[in-house]
């Protein structure tokens, strides 16, 4: 009996170690597991923007200014480059600009304008000129209303942010 007692002692020992010692290696696996790794990259901007409007009063779109922050700005120039005077060249700015806007448009430039509670769409984008202020980035841009829409007539408002970033 005495034996059996011992046994039985030694083996509810080793059962409680190896559960213990499954548990801990399961709870590493939780939370050491490899996942993709999926980085959405942000950049502070600061920016002016003024509303357009015609000669009837309507309003057609909104003139921005981006100011790009220090960091975005040494990533963006990373491959530029310096030019013979020491200088930027503003042709690589622009078409960098231009391209940014490309690939803004399916998110409406993170511009958006409602009249009444409704979204309004923006047809797209000129007047793009682009510059080095200092040490950041400018880009400045029109973007235009599909349809024109008059203040008098409708509540009109208009916001610009990244919905991904909150």
Known sequence: MLRYNIIKTLARKILRRFISSLFIVC????????????????SWV?????????????????????????????????DFGAGKNGKIDTKKLLELGNANLKSLKEYSYFTYMDADKTRLKFSGYQEVTSAL???????????????PVHPNEKQVSYRIYDPSYY
């Open 46 to 78: 600061d920016v002016q923007s003024e509303i357009l409007f015609d000669t009837e009063g309507k309003i057609t779109g909104l003139r921005q200014t981006w100011l790009f922050d220090e960091f975005y700005t040494e990533f963006a120039l990373q």
């Open 27 to 42: 709870c590493g696996l939780f939370l050491f597991r490899t996942t993709p790794v999926q980085a959405h990259p942000h």
């Open 133 to 147: 202020k200092g040490n950041r980035i400018s880009l400045s841009f029109s973007i235009l209303l599909e349809k």
